[in-house]
């Protein structure tokens, strides 16, 4: 199977003439289709449409050409595209045409890259299990009676399931890293800023980030080369120069210090999920680096904090697709929408807005000085990605609160702004995927993406793939 | 007795659109009185598409922090926008994005012939689109322009301390003048490029504290209608006051047919804007040094050159303030009058003459034919002052009686008099520069 092996190595094999674009695309269009239970795409491209595209590819391939061309991909479907329909995974945006591409995707276009489709997500980025969809519920490969997580489950998926080489998923409190780690792959959050926003379909603005799925951090390195950079389209992304993030990735990390905060290891979540992440802070010590317990108190209220925040913002965002200009009307948001948008609203609202609103955002600056703080006392800090594996089919839906907790280990790095990125760790007894989140300083992609090479220099956990119940 | 046992308590809101070349957070044409098509200076941005996110136009902020300076405002070093949320179909995005708690700038003044006005604050925000209602093959549409939608819009607010109608027209009046001088803003009243709104309310003559209500005229389109809007206002509620009722917090709307303002909504249907920061843009910072090279960029204003010319060149301030419409017409009078007094001609006079237009306008000809002109009006109009007392020494000779009756109160003699001398200069005189000298001669020969 062409799908496993990594971006540089598909590259090196087509610069031989060893392979094709056209084969590599056909993979791809056969997995989606195989795959196709899983539900992970809401739009996919036409097959003889892909296929042409591949041969003239094919044709103008020489050895200068960006490592990602002929790629196939696919972006969550809350990147707007002039040549698919947009979503964001809700019935609202229907028949929505977006008549120009997001930043990320246009980059990618313009590298040689085949977009093949667009995935399936929680609708609006609200939600860690991919049921709150209008399009259907995606599947966990490892487990198709399990969920995928989300909000971005479908990129995970067609990741995890081989039917691209990498997907481009978005993070506002965990969407990228939640699915990665429920599927077995790796998910790269990025700093706030660093990748251009510009065409996301907006969650919760001051939170949201554009990210990679990958089967590798090294295949999250490439791709992030190519997305990162200002955009003078959003005014949030920033000036700073884009790191090297492709080359020297296997440069040591001896000496290096792991951060354990006291609150990410209590003993009061899964054990199968605790124990794990454990033996992985183990095996990076074994690399030679060092830990230090970290004691941040405002981890505990992340999820209001989060909650307060996100919500607000979405209320906001949301305001927009009042069915004047849109197709279809307000009633056809699902619950869970609907109650973040009440609860965000009620929350700006005169009168409540000081004690809810703006006591969350006092709340995040005490966020974001504990981990300044913890930063100066390491590089790196450990986390589980979620406080569970998968779950089974509804038992998040039934649950909003145990929904909204699933976010306890991923929304602070959201609230502060810093980069973090979810790579396999192992596998519960019932064979569903674990995943360790490494959390980096503002703008230390490059660091964290070196640790999580080093790591999976040493592990084999991302080379696991799910067989696929046809 | 209406008047004389209330006053008036008035402030006012007044939004004025921004010529800059771009729209506020987008690179669109901004020029929505001029587009030749409905929803042609339009983008994913301006029209709230999803996925799309605003950046801040850098000179819209600048233009409105100099007429912040202008108006003798402080700035906010630390700024920011926020978003005002509010469903209305002229609106893509469901909210507007506006400045609420720091403002660009606060506390400056105006100063108008009926007193001053201090300014509350100035803060810049994005317009709306355009809503036409109009019947389509026999149905009735509400169609929606979005030209205008996310044109810079500045609103700038004062104290209350307006205190009659002339008072509120020539504050709005003094404010258009500054904006149009600065060049930042063309304030087409007609188009709605400058809309004002009244806040209204009555308090005793002798009392000093605010009113616990007030009333909002909104949306009015020239500075005739805002005068007899408020004027209309006084009226309705010293009635009401009189008759001992409370005066509900309201907005209303000017009607200029019936000559009456309407209820529009009332405080109970108020709307909560939810203001946040808008987490798209982020807070501007600025430097004092920024801010001071944006005050050296400022034009001698036109109070200030009216205030110098009638120093400098004996100008009235109320001729001055006729021709002080933008810095060109100042820079262009400046030089009229700085040759005019470099050659001993009254400027004052100079520039009544091309107010009546009997000399062409230095707009039309340049300063130095206009110059020329009026002085070759002058020979032909005034007489030469030696000749002219010589002639009256003429004719008071040959006439005798002229002063005799003079000195004996029989004053109307001097018409008598005058037609004497008239008659016996060159061309057509200035009656009233013959009067002066015979009068003169009169009096000095007791």
Known sequence: ?470 | MTNQTYQLVCGMEVHAELKTASKMFCGCKNDPFHAEQPNTYTCPVCLGLPGALPVANKRAIEWTIKLGLALGCKINLFSKFDRKHYFYPDLPKGYQISQYDLPFCYDGTIETEHGTVRIHRIHLEEDTGKLLHKTVAGKQLSLIDFNRSSVPLVEIVTEPDITSAAHAAAYGKQLRSIMKYLDIANCDMEQGGMRLEANVSLRPANETALPNYKTEIKNINSFRFLEQAIDFEVQRQTALLEKGERIPQETRGWNAVKQETYPQRSKEDAEDYRYFPDPDIPPIRFTTEQIEALRAELPELPDAVSRRWEAEYHVSRSLAAQVLENQAAAELYETLFSRAKQQGVSAEALLKNIQSKKVPAPESVGAEKSLAAFEALQKTESIDTTELTTIIHKVLAENPDISAKYFHGQKQIIGFAMGQVMRQLPQKSDPSQVRTALLRELESST
């Not at chain 1, 959050?189 to 090294?218: N, Q």
């Not at chain 1, 290891?265 to 317990?293: C, D, H, W």
């Not at chain 1, 607000?312 to 699902?334: H, I, K, P, Q, W």
């Not at chain 1, 409540?352 to 005490?366: D, F, G, I, P, S």
């Open chain 1, 1 to 470: 199977m062409l799908l496993d092996k990594s971006i540089a190595e598909l590259a090196g094999l087509l610069r031989k003439r060893e392979i094709t674009i056209e084969q590599l695309v056909l993979e791809s269009i056969e997995r989606c289709e195989q795959g196709v239970s899983l539900n992970c795409f809401i739009s996919l491209r036409d097959k003889q449409a892909l296929l042409k595209e591949a041969r003239e590819k094919d044709a103008a391939l020489s050895d200068d050409k960006h490592l990602l061309y002929g790629m196939p991909f696919s972006v969550k479907d809350s990147y707007v595209t002039q040549d698919l329909p947009t979503t964001s995974g809700s019935r609202v945006l229907k028949n929505f045409i977006s008549p120009y591409t997001a930043t990320v995707v246009q980059k990618l276009l313009d590298t040689g890259a085949i977009l093949i489709g667009k995935n399936n997500q929680d609708s609006w980025g609200h939600g860690g299990s991919n049921e709150n969809t209008d399009f259907g519920p995606v599947k966990n490969p490892w487990n198709p009676a399990y969920i995928s997580g989300g909000s971005s489950g479908g990129s995970a998926v067609a990741v995890a399931a081989r039917m691209v080489t990498f997907s481009i998923g978005e993070d506002t409190g965990g969407s990228i890293r939640n699915p990665a780690s429920m599927c077995g792959i790796s998910g790269l959050k990025v700093t706030y800023g660093r990748v251009s926003r510009y065409g996301t379909i907006a969650y919760a603005s001051s939170l949201d980030t554009v990210g990679p799925l990958a089967k590798s951090a090294e295949d999250l390195a490439i791709v992030l080369q190519t997305i990162a950079g200002s955009d003078p389209k959003d005014g949030s992304s920033s000036h700073r120069p884009v790191d090297t993030y492709t080359e020297g990735l296997t440069d040591g990390v001896v000496g290096k210090k792991i951060g354990l905060p006291k609150q990410f290891f209590a003993e009061n979540y899964n054990p199968e999920v605790r124990s794990t992440i454990l033996a992985a802070v183990e095996q990076m010590k074994e690399l030679g680096l060092t830990t230090v317990e970290l004691d941040m108190p405002m981890l505990n209220y992340a999820i209001p904090i989060y909650y307060m925040l996100a919500s607000s913002e979405t209320s906001s965002n949301l305001a927009r697709y009042d069915g004047v200009r849109y197709g279809t009307g307000r009633e056809n948001f699902l619950p869970e929408s609907a109650r973040r948008i009440m609860l965000g609203t009620y929350a700006l609202s005169a009168g409540y807005a000081e004690k809810l609103y703006k006591n969350a955002q006092r709340a995040r600056t005490l966020l974001i000085d504990n981990y300044a703080d913890a930063f100066k006392q390491c590089d790196f800090i450990a986390a589980p990605t979620t406080p569970s594996p998968a779950q089974k089919f509804g038992e998040l839906l039934d649950n909003p609160m145990e929904n909204m907790l699933a976010d306890l280990f991923t929304a602070t790095i959201n609230i502060v702004g810093v980069p973090s990125l979810a790579v396999p760790a192992g596998f519960t007894a019932d064979k569903l995927p674990i995943g360790l989140q490494i959390i980096g300083d503002k703008f230390q992609e490059r660091a964290i993406l070196t640790l999580a090479r080093a790591y999976q220099d040493a592990t084999t956990w991302h080379k696991e793939v799910p067989e696929i119940h046809l």
